[in-house]
């Protein structure tokens, strides 16, 4: 029973590893992904591997309680702590997905909070996603720092001067989140920068750059 929930886990982790590569979100082999098995087992991806050439066998199950590994050859991800911390505070979450898409990675380095605006980011997301104090990655501090930040009213996490995390129910609405949560990164930088009272230094071409890049 367990065994085919492993494999079954395994095979929509690798077509998501794919689909989130293809959108740029996990820049070059950075960027890591949990999925629930169970109340005590998650599987993740391994460290350093290339997602397109990753195979069932290279992904690592591992324990949530003490991320002992139970199965697998492969490093498990650095960020291992992240998602299991996400998965014992959060009970309902069942995929975590950490990612280095540029807009919200860019995001990060203001250490702010940032506003969700659209009706399917609150639905999917919450109204916010929560900034987390700067710590190494792949550090305890790291996970110490995150596992402070956690709560039940928001399913997204923007690490410091790092990259984002996101809770969600399947691997699809990981995919749907990331992409609703880059279009907000870009409408937050926007409505930032227009506000800026420095912007309207800029010279006029500069600024419609600026804004046709966002
Ligand atoms: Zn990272």
């Known amino acids: 029973m367990i065994e085919s929930k492993i494999k079954s886990v395994k095979k929509s982790m690798l077509a998501a590893c794919v689909k989130l590569a293809d959108l740029g979100f996990l ?16 599987a993740v991806t391994p460290s350093a591997t290339d997602y397109y050439t990753m195979k069932p066998d290279d992904l690592c199950i591992l324990q949530i309680k003490d991320l ?12 291992s702590g992240i998602h299991a911390s996400f998965f014992s505070l959060r009970p309902e979450i069942e995929v975590s997905l950490h990612t280095h898409q540029p807009l919200a990675s860019a995001v990060s380095l203001l250490g702010l ?3 969700i605006e659209s009706q399917e980011g609150k639905k999917n997301i919450g109204y916010f ?3 987390v104090s700067y710590a190494p990655s ?7 720092a995150f596992r402070k930040r956690i709560i039940k009213e928001t399913n997204a996490y923007l690490l410091r001067n790092h990259g984002l995390v996101c809770g969600a129910l399947t691997l699809e609405q990981a995919i749907t989140s990331v992409k609703l949560l880059e279009k907000e990164a870009a409408h937050f930088l926007k409505t930032r920068i227009e506000k800026n009272p420095n912007v309207s230094l ?5 600024k419609a750059q600026l804004m046709e890049a966002l």
């Open 129 to 131: 996603v929560r900034i």
């Open 138 to 144: 792949g550090t305890s501090f790291l996970v110490k």
């Open 202 to 206: 800029m010279p006029k071409e500069m």
């Open 27 to 42: 820049a070059g082999v950075g960027g890591n992904l949990a999925v629930r098995i169970n109340s005590e087992l998650m």
């Open 68 to 79: 002992k590994m139970v199965e697998g050859t492969k490093q498990p991800t650095t960020e």
């Open 113 to 115: 909070d940032m506003d």
